[in-house]
């Protein structure tokens, strides 16, 4: 899960011929991104951002950071030093900056400003400092709500937040809450390259919170009744669970179903990104340990 963009322009050039330029530098980045080869995509868009300014600017720098922070997790999992994993994580977190200094309304911006943090915090030892940065990590993706109140991938990584954290009174973990949150993510996505990854994070959420069938209908009552005293999008979206229609199954019986189902969808496409490979192993590993 990872995309960049980059700024700069002082040409005087055509704006329809920027405008072309720009739309096929995008097109080109996301398809590189999708075959991951992100080194090449990067380097794509930080040759473009000499010409193009503001919002253009702006898309190009998210993307940028994207592809930095998918240079991180790869490095990462290559076993490279902490160092050379953490100057991706850094590098990312300046294109996201940048995103937002030429768009401060750039909610793709702030929102991969978040996920650098979380980078960083991998390679850093001690519950503690992961802890102090959850906060920050909140507010930035309460930003890209307030920006876009349907950006999928926002309530995402809020979710795995919620389901990961400790709960009062170390931090602001719940994850009945990731669940609703996670529900609300797989509902508003609208990519099929990100579908199995959220559905997957969704039933791992479900199989942590481990209710049974008749405690999660009578919790859906109760969520119920207090959405319509829920005024903030966070507040709505915390309590999304009760506008859906639950099976009369467990937590885990649905998902077993999710996951399932992920692995026979994504096996019957022919053709898969990077991405997809990525999150139909995941699936496929998950079930094993369950």
Not at 274 to 288: E, M, N, P
Request: proline content about 3%.
């Amino acid at each position: 899960m990872r995309r960049l963009v980059r700024i700069a322009c002082t040409l005087v050039l055509p704006a329809s011929f920027l405008a072309a330029d720009f739309a096929q530098v995008v097109a080109d980045a996301d398809s590189l991104h999708d075959q991951g080869k992100y080194a090449d995509a990067r380097a794509l868009l930080l040759e473009a951002l000499t010409t193009v300014s503001g919002r253009e600017a702006s898309e190009l720098y998210w993307r940028a950071a994207r592809e930095t922070e998918e240079l991180g997790d790869k490095a990462d999992k290559e076993k490279k030093p902490k160092t050379e994993v953490l100057a991706f994580f850094e590098e990312g977190a300046e294109y996201a900056d940048k995103a937002i200094q030429a768009d401060p309304d750039s909610d793709l911006g702030y929102f991969w400003k978040s996920v650098a943090i979380l980078g960083r915090l991998g390679q850093v030892r001690g519950v503690l400092n992961a802890l102090s940065q959850a906060g920050p990590i909140k507010e930035l993706l309460f930003k890209v709500l307030a920006i876009n109140p349907d950006r999928a991938i926002a309530w995402f990584v809020l979710g795995q937040l919620y389901r990961e954290l400790p709960g009062w009174p170390f931090s602001f973990g719940n994850t009945d809450v990731g669940v609703s949150l996670g529900r609300k993510a797989v509902d508003l996505n609208t990519s099929p390259v990100d579908a199995g990854n959220f559905q997957v994070e969704l039933a791992k959420t479900l199989y942590q919170r481990n209710w049974s069938a008749a405690h999660r209908l009578e919790e859906q009552k109760d969520k119920a009744a207090k959405l319509p005293e829920a005024r903030t999008t966070f507040e709505k979206g915390a309590l999304f669970e009760a506008t859906v229609s639950l099976k009369d199954e467990s937590d885990r019986q649905e998902a077993k179903s999710i996951v399932q189902e992920v692995i026979a969808t994504m096996e019957a496409l022919s053709d898969l990104t990077a991405s997809q490979s990525r999150d139909l192993q995941k699936a496929k590993d998950t079930v094993t340990k369950w």
